[in-house]
């Protein structure tokens, strides 16, 4: 089974604080993602990459970056966290042109105080 | 643009009910349709999937067409448990960008 896994299940960080959210997957997949998800607005694509040192904006990649650096870890950063960026953080990934699905990790939930 | 609506929640069943919870889409060419579900405290999980017009995906119990006439992937399910309960995702892949674009989530309760 493919297994996506990220560094925490709950982050409680202060306004200001850089924050590092990891994601690792073993399948060797090509495409990883990272999503925010808030009641009412379901899943929001932050930035995604299709390679190692690849990366793309999602739709709402404002107060984010994202580091690449080895094909089964795809890091999410928050430069300075805000209290608006509290929210559940979903990392997913999937085979290129090959499989359509992706499997998410279980979410890391990031309070911002 | 690329977009997906489904039903707002929460849904609330009984035990054996019939299940069925709403999804359209907008989108440009012929894009693949998912549904996802969440279990409380765990990731998203794929249910089924369907990758072109008139294909029925199913799994578990639920079962959701491919309507292209009516840009529909309703999802179904003829008597649902209450380990059914959790939150639905209808969402749509497009181009080859391997994106994938989801609805706001519907969340489904069911009563014992």
């Known amino acids: 089974d493919v297994k996506v896994t990220q560094s925490s299940r709950y982050l409680v960080k202060r306004t200001g604080e850089k924050v590092f959210l990891e994601c690792v997957q073993d399948?060797?997949?090509?495409?990883m993602f990272w999503y925010r998800q808030d009641p009412g607005l379901g899943l929001r694509l932050i930035y995604f990459?299709?390679?190692?040192?690849?990366?793309e904006k999602g739709d709402i990649p404002e107060g984010y970056s994202v580091s690449r650096e080895k094909k089964e870890r795809f890091s999410l950063i928050l430069e300075s966290a805000s209290t608006n960026q509290t929210s559940m953080y979903l990392c997913?990934?999937?085979?290129?042109?090959?499989?359509?699905?992706?499997?998410f990790g279980p979410g890391t939930r990031l309070t911002v105080l | 643009g690329n977009s997906v609506t489904q039903m707002e929640g929460p849904v609330t069943l009984s035990e054996e009910a019939f299940l069925t919870i709403n999804c359209t889409y907008t989108?440009?060419?012929?894009?693949?349709l998912f549904w996802y579900v969440q279990y409380p405290g765990e990731g998203l999980q794929l249910l089924l999937k369907?990758?072109?017009?008139?294909d029925k995906g199913s799994n578990k119990g639920f079962e959701a067409t491919y309507r292209k006439e009516t840009t529909s992937f309703h999802l179904e399910k003829g008597s649902v448990q209450v380990s059914d309960s959790a939150v639905y995702f209808c969402?749509?892949?497009?181009?080859?960008?391997?994106?994938?674009?989801f609805g706001s989530g519907t969340r489904l309760s069911i009563r014992p």
């Open positions: 969402a749509l892949l497009y181009s080859s960008a391997s994106k994938i674009i």
């Open positions: 369907a990758t072109k017009a008139d």
């Open positions: 997913a990934s999937s085979l290129a042109q090959i499989e359509l699905s992706q499997y």
């Open positions: 990459s299709y390679d190692v040192k690849m990366k």
């Open positions: 989108a440009t060419g012929y894009p693949s």
């Open positions: 399948m060797d997949h090509e495409n």
